[in-house]
Each structure stands twice: as C-alpha cells, then as structure tokens.
C-alpha cells in the first residue's frame, strides 16, 4: 500500500509540475504579446507624430512662401512708388547736377 | 494511509499547482499591462520630441527665408535706387551738352575758366579745349582780362571729352581738370546723397 501511495503522489506532483510549466509558457506568450504590443503602439504613436508634424511643416512653408511673398511684393511696391516720386523730381535733381556740372546756377 | 487520506492529498497538491500557475500569470499580465503603459508613457514623449523638433524647424526656417527675402528686397531697392540716381546723372550729362551754343553755357566756360585761372595763380597756363568747345575758349581767352603776371594759350590739340577744358601750367606740374567728365564724375561722388534726397522727397 505504501508503495503505491508514493507512486501515486509522484505521480500527482508530476501532473503539478506539468501546471506550472504550462502556465510558464503561457507567461512566456505573455510577454512576447506584451513586447510586441507595446512596441506596435510606440512605432503607431511615433509615426502618426512623424506624418502629422510633416502636415504641419508643410502648412508652415507655406505660409512663409506667402510672407516672403509679402515682402517681395511690399519691396516691388517700394520701388514703384521710388520710381513715381523719382519721376516727379527728376528734373529737380537733373538741375541740381547740372549746376553742379557747368559751376552755374540755370 | 487511506486512499481517503491519499485522494485529499492529491487534491491539495493540483490545487496549489493550478493557484500558483494562476497566480503567476496573473503577475505577467499585470506587469504586461505596466509594461504597455510605459510604452505608451515613452512613445508619447517621442512624440513630443518630435513635435518639438518639427516646430523649431520650422522656426528655423522662417527665420532663414524671411530674412532672406528681406535682404533680397533691400538689395534689389537699393539697386532700383541707383539706377535711379544714376539716371539722373546721365541725364544731366545729356542736359549739359544740349546746352552748348546757349547763353548759360558760355557763362559755365567764361566762370569756370576765371575760377581755374584764380586757383593757379600765376604764369603762362596752357589751356586744352575738348574739340567741341575750343572755339569757344579761344573767344573767351581772348576777351577775358587776365590777372597780372598770368597768360593763357589754347593748344590746338583738342581733348578727347564731351566738352570743357583743362588748364595746367606750363610744366604740367599743376593740372585743373574741367572737363565735363571730370566735373561729372565729381559732381557723381559729391552730390549722391543729396540727388536720392530730391528725387525720392
């Protein structure tokens, strides 16, 4: 009788280790999904930052193209109302250098 | 034993295996959880850092186009500005010419060879006529009253210039360069300030 009791307790423990190291690799699953998830949501995260800061930057380019195109125009607006004052005084100042030229004033 | 004693053993020892193993994998899914919250703790600062990185860039960029086209605009006013005055300039010298044969002309030659004379001084000057102009400083050489101790010649070779004179002693140690070119010139560096003033007032 005790002999067979031993077998059946070494036999029941070995159902009890077979528990544990199922439950170990289960554990093992575990942590793969876990790893894996967790870097799927990183890269997830990080790349829709990446696409939506690159939206932004083109946004922004664009709309320093426009201010640079302010400044362009601003400068083209200058340079028109340069020529329209140049153009009223023109004589003045072609008086002023022909003077200076002959050493007489005309 | 008993086989009662011994089935209760039994049970005692697949219990504690199932609760351990249930425990145990209950441990890894709440450090799996924990482990999905730092992930997504780490991923969000990336994200950050990437916003961040994308909002200096393009600081950065504004910064270099703008001042860029800022520069840019200045140089092409200023150089607008220039030809401006430089017209002003060439017109004037087109001016002066169409003068020739008018009274204001003459007066500039007769003033403009007196002051030459005064700045000399004294001893025999010669004088080199451009070739449009030599008859006419002949005529005022001639009616002109020379201070004392001075004489003038006009030399027939002519001066390759628009118009006016140059003066010079007699040992071209002192030379008055009148031409139109050279008052030009002068009047060019002298006056530019002051013709981008009356233009652009």
Redesign the interface.
Known sequence: ??VE?VK??RS??E???K??E???V??VE??K???A???K??VA??E???Q???A??KD??AK??L??KE??T??KG??AA??E??SK??D???K???S?????A? | MSTLALSKIEEEILTDAQEEAKRRVEEAERDAAAALEKAKAEARREVEEVKAAAQEKIKVLERKKLSEARRNAAITVLKEKNVLVDKAFNEALRRVKDLRGEEVYEKSARHLLEEAIKRIGTGDLKLRASRNDRKLYEDIVKSLNMPAGVSVAVEKESLPAAGSFTLSTADDQINIDNTLEARLDFATRALRKEIAAILFE
């Not at chain 1, 200076?100 to 007489?104: E, P, R, S, W, Y």
């Open positions: 009788m005790a009791a059946r307790i029941i423990e159902k009890a280790q528990i544990i199922e439950a170990e289960k554990i575990i942590r999904r876990s790893e998830e967790a870097e949501v990183r995260l990080v829709e930052a990446r939506r800061s690159e932004t930057f922004a380019e320093i193209n201010k640079v400044v362009l601003e400068a200058t340079i340069l020529s004052k140049s005084n023109m003045k100042a072609v002023r250098v022909v200076a030229v002959l050493g007489v005309i």
